[in-house]
């Protein structure tokens, strides 16, 4: 079970109790008095725990997981192990949206934080920390030593933030860790609900977003810039990555080391960007791709495919960079 330092976290639920709110379509009457603590990622999950499976693109993932049950489809069962629980039903992802209210009730909106205190109040605790005016810290945040937190921006509850930091002016930090030496420039949101629902006939059903945003050491984000706390996993920016101003990182999206992205990029969720990865101004990546380490992305391009490593592509869809020259050399004239 992983903890969640914050959301507030009801259960253990009984796993006859999950099958009835979840409407599944095989035959569960066998099981036992089980408790479950918590849904998962795949990768996380632990044996009290529950997970789900909802595209063949992650079996991988899927036959090592320690789930005790998992929510999936008859078509994907196969990719589970033996010993895991399958809960077949007809939309995945609206069960899991579904469970994941019975855990975690308040994490499908962006709820005020009402811990906040002028740092004035509290400065005795931080003092080895700058402030700029109008600057409002939650409960429990922890700020390394040498670092700056600019005008009238918020920290709110149980963020942690690394030494020798810059944060600049209006930064709204929520739902995350940061590491040392991470620049936040003017505006950036960090942390915030991403965008996620299950849309049905009726209505649009919110999805509880219980993940966080982690900052490893010595990224920065350029001004402007909003980063989605995941849904279930993390949102990861990994160490020495630069952001320019007006890129949008979206839910459990992953960026490797050392990547360098120009303004005004779009990350779609759950993507996973490789190591040394260069992307131009402009550009759109699809979600649930992977993009490999030195990879290069021409401006204005739309990614729409994996990428493998040592790659440059450009274009809509985004193509090998000698294959976009011939064919704008063939009808761009």
């Known amino acids: 079970m992983v903890s969640n330092q914050f959301f507030e976290k009801k259960g253990p639920y009984p796993l006859k109790e999950i099958i009835k709110t979840i409407n599944c379509l095989n035959n569960n009457s066998n099981i036992n008095n089980l408790k479950i603590y918590g849904v998962e990622s795949l ?5 009290n725990d529950m997970t789900f499976l909802n595209s063949g693109k992650y079996r991988d993932l899927s036959i090592k997981t320690k789930a005790v049950a998992c929510i999936t489809s008859p078509n994907l069962s196969k990719f589970l192990p033996d010993k895991c629980i399958k809960l077949n039903v007809k939309n995945v992802l609206l069960a899991v949206n579904q469970v994941s209210r019975m855990f975690y009730p308040k994490a499908d909106s962006d709820y005020p934080d009402l811990n906040l205190q002028e740092y004035k109040k509290i400065k005795n605790k931080y003092s080895h920390v700058n402030f700029g005016k109008n600057t409002l810290i939650g409960k429990n945040v922890k700020i390394g030593k040498g670092t700056f937190i600019g005008s009238n921006s918020i920290i709110e509850s149980n963020v942690k933030i690394g030494d020798n ?4 002016s209006f930064v709204v930090i929520k739902n995350s860790l940061i590491g040392k ?3 936040i420039k003017d505006g950036a949101k960090i942390g915030i609900k991403g965008f996620g629902f299950i849309p049905t006939q009726k209505k649009n059903i919110k999805t509880p977003q219980i993940g966080k945003v982690i900052l490893e050491d010595e990224v920065e984000i350029g001004s402007n810039c909003t980063i989605d706390r995941g849904s279930i996993s993390d949102t990861v920016i990994k160490r020495n990555t630069y952001l320019d101003n007006h890129i949008h990182i979206a839910h459990n999206v992953i960026v490797g080391e050392n990547c360098i992205m120009a303004a005004q990029v779009g990350i779609s969720g759950s993507t996973i960007i490789g190591n040394n990865t260069l992307i131009g101004g402009q550009a759109g990546i699809a979600g649930h791709l992977r993009i490999g380490n030195n ?18 592509v450009m274009g809509y869809p985004a193509v090998p960079i000698r294959d976009f020259v011939k064919l704008r050399n063939k009808y761009g004239k």
């Not at 990768?43 to 044996?47: D, V």
């Not at 930091?165 to 600049?168: D, E, F, L, R, T």
Request: glycine share 14%.
């Open 295 to 312: 990879v290069k992305i021409g401006g204005a391009s739309g990614v729409t495919t994996d990428i493998p490593d040592n790659s440059q």
């Open 181 to 183: 030496n991470v620049n």
């Open 43 to 47: 990768i996380n999950a632990k044996k």
């Open 165 to 168: 930091c810059i944060i600049g």
